[in-house]
Each structure stands twice: as structure tokens, then as C-alpha cells.
């Protein structure tokens, strides 16, 4: 088959959604498809509305070409040669190769593929948030969620909320995402972990990561003698406490072993989660994890069973939670083994399974 990706554009530091997208790359051109990533340098309607442009930041830290040529190597994830990788001006139909299938992975790039021909394809829409909440304008954003194009949810929560508009269950699909456990895995032994706590700093608001430092500070508070590590793409941020370290432009390999196998909790403080690779990645690197109940994270993270959870936008409540997993050795690490154990449910190889029935049965 030959299969288009359309995602919101390109980014010169670490995305998830974009990860995601590139991983199925990968794998589809492993199994003998014919996979082209095309990446806007704009968007027409995108940047209109207020909340859009916290999304715009990563992508003007680079210069892109004006005009459809192979996009730079990106350092920050492997893409298998095969794999054809655009930019081009706009996703309009001129700029977008014949296909048979066409995959939007953001709800602007959807306003676009709804209108294409039918030469570029099956049409495809990739469910990776809840974008009304952050990235766009909520009439807009449902109103391309119950477009006539086919729905692949990434998580539970994302197809039921589909439901809950009014799609059609025929036209949507819940496909997890996979975790590469050849990357992803345990290389330190989970009971003899330090009392580090590990976090993803991320500068979007409904990431949460102002009430992720608050709880840190809080736990804190009362146990002096833990350490905490907080990771990601921007510089130290100013709010951060000097007793929390911070790495950014971490390698694959520091952040599995260095974060993740170096800590014996992860936590997330997210408001809202499409699925959640970070605590996902985290769990099946050992790590007992504490996670607000943000929605996709439900498809791995089960309370009191793989996980503790706690509700979103409350730290103290979080805290309360990092603070029985510090007293508590025993709980953590039969919570940290039963995650990892529940995570190796999720790989690549199963969910390209269901992505390449979907479109074939699609597009057929």
C-alpha cells in the first residue's frame, strides 16, 4: 500500500505525537508499504486561534524550505531511509502525493485531508489528544472529529469520548500505542532502586508540570532526603528548586538508564493525556508510577493495581500519593512489577498489526 501521514509539521526537538507517527513509519516500511511523511510549514486556519500558538513554538525554532523537498535527517529519532520524509508549503491536495491511504494525525491537518480527492486515498484521522482542551477551538475541533472520515483512537478514553459525540461505531477504532521494549526495559533491578522521583517538564499548561513541581515540593517538605529529577527539551526553568536536578537533550540510552532505571517513581501531573508515552515508557522501565487521572493513561495505569492515581490539577493529592509509594517499599515495587508486567501488553508489532487491517479494510 502506499501510505500518507499528514501531521501538524515538523519538529526539531522530541514531539510525541510525531514520535508516534514516525515509529508506524518505521514498521510499515518494514512490512513492504510505501510510507511519505508530509510536514506543513503552514497551516491555514492554524495560529488563528490563541490557544494554537503554544503548539507553534517548537516548529519556528527552525527555518523550513518553502517549497516540497526531503526534509533534514532529524536527530532526536531514527527514520528508516525508506521511509519518505516532505515538507511542503501547505497540505493541499497539489502538495500531497496519490495514495491509498491518507492518515491526519492533528485536527487541522484533518480540515485539509476531509477536502482531498479521492486519488490521494482512503481518508484517515488520528486521534492523539483531546485537542479541543488545548490545541484549537472546541466547535471546530468536534465538528472534524464527526467529519465523514474514518476515526483511529489511540487510547480508550479518546474513542469513548468520540462515542460520546455522536460518532458512529463503525466509524471509529481504538488502537493503542506500542512501547519498543528493546528500549524500553528494566537494566536496574526494581527493589533496589534509590528514592528518586523522575518527571517530564513540559512548558504546555495542560501538561501540568507547575502542579507536578508543587507536589515535589510538598512531599519535600517532610522527606528531606529524596531526590528528584525532571527532564525535557527547554532550557532549566526558573520555577524549578535548586534541590531538583534537571537534564535536557537527553540520548535514548540516558534517558532509559539514567531517568528511568536511575528512579523508583515516575510521575506525571497531566490535566489531559491523548495515551501518555512518557509514564508508559517509564513503567516498562521499572518504575512504581503516580499519575493524575488525565484519560488515556487508564489503558495502562489501573489504581491501586498498576498505578496510583490522583485527580488532575490537584498536587497535594498527588503528593499524598508519592508519599505512600516513598513509606510504602513494598507497595511500590509490587506496583512497579505489576506495571511492567501490564505494559508489555502494548508493542509496536500488535498495534501496526490493527493500524495496517484498518487500512486495508478501508481503503480497499
Known amino acids: 500500500m502506499k501510505i500518507t501521514f499528514i501531521p ?15 515509529e508506524y513509519s518505521n514498521h510499515l516500511v518494514a512490512r513492504g508499504h510505501q510510507v511519505t511523511v508530509v510536514h506543513p510549514q503552514h497551516l491555514g486556519v492554524y495560529g488563528s486561534h490563541p490557544l494554537n500558538r503554544a503548539c507553534l513554538w517548537l516548529r519556528n525554532k527552525t527555518k523550513q524550505p518553502a517549497s516540497p523537498v526531503p526534509a533534514p535527517r532529524l536527530d532526536w529519532y531514527p527514520i528508516d531511509s525508506r521511509v519518505t520524509m516532505l515538507h511542503v508549503p501547505e497540505p493541499t491536495s497539489s502538495h500531497v502525493p496519490d495514495a491509498d491511504a491518507v492518515i491526519a494525525t492533528f485536527w487541522a491537518t484533518a480540515e485539509y485531508v476531509v477536502r482531498y480527492p479521492p486519488q490521494k486515498g482512503g481518508k484517515f484521522y488520528f486521534l492523539q489528544a483531546f485537542e479541543q482542551e488545548w490545541a484549537g477551538p472546541k ?6 472529529w464527526k467529519a465523514p472520515i474514518a476515526k483511529i483512537a489511540v487510547s480508550r478514553a479518546l474513542y469513548e469520548y468520540g462515542l460520546t459525540l455522536g460518532i458512529p461505531e463503525n466509524d471509529i477504532t481504538y488502537i493503542p500505542n506500542g512501547i519498543d521494549h528493546t528500549k524500553y526495559r528494566v537494566t536496574r533491578p ?3 532502586r534509590n528514592r528518586r522521583i523522575a518527571m517530564l ?3 504546555l499548561p ?3 508540570s507547575i502542579d507536578g513541581i508543587k507536589a515535589l515540593e510538598l512531599v519535600h517538605s517532610t522527606h528531606h532526603d529524596i531526590q528528584a529529577i525532571l527532564f525535557g527539551t527547554p532550557p532549566r526553568p526558573t520555577e524549578l528548586p535548586n534541590w531538583i536536578e534537571y537534564s535536557c537533550g537527553l540520548s535514548l540510552e ?3 538508564n539514567r531517568i528511568y532505571n536511575g528512579s523508583s517513581i515516575y510521575i506525571c501531573p497531566s490535566w489531559t493525556e491523548g495515551f501518555g508515552l512518557p509514564p508508559a515508557e517509564a513503567m516498562a522501565c521499572g518504575c512504581a508510577i503516580a499519575v493524575t487521572d488525565s484519560g488515556g493513561v487508564r489503558d495502562f495505569a489501573d489504581h491501586g493495581v498498576t498505578a496510583l492515581l490522583s485527580p488532575p490539577r490537584d498536587p497535594m493529592s498527588l503528593a499524598k500519593n508519592i508519599i505512600h509509594l516513598l513509606e510504602d517499599n513494598d507497595l511500590r515495587i509490587r506496583l512497579a512489577n505489576a506495571g511492567h508486567k501490564r505494559i508489555q501488553q502494548f508493542t509496536w508489532e500488535r498495534s501496526t498489526d490493527l493500524l495496517e487491517d484498518q487500512l486495508k479494510q478501508r481503503s480497499g
Do not use: D, F, M
Request: a positive charge; aromatic letters at 10%; hydrophobic letters at 30%.
Open 190 to 192: 526494581i527493589r533496589s
Open 254 to 256: 540516558e534517558l532509559v
Open 206 to 208: 495542560n501538561k501540568g
Open 201 to 203: 517538564y513540559h512548558p
Open 139 to 144: 466547535t471546530r475541533v468536534e465538528a472534524v
Open 8 to 22: 501538524h509539521g515538523y519538529s526539531p526537538q522530541p514531539i510525541g505525537g510525531l514520535k508516534v507517527v514516525y
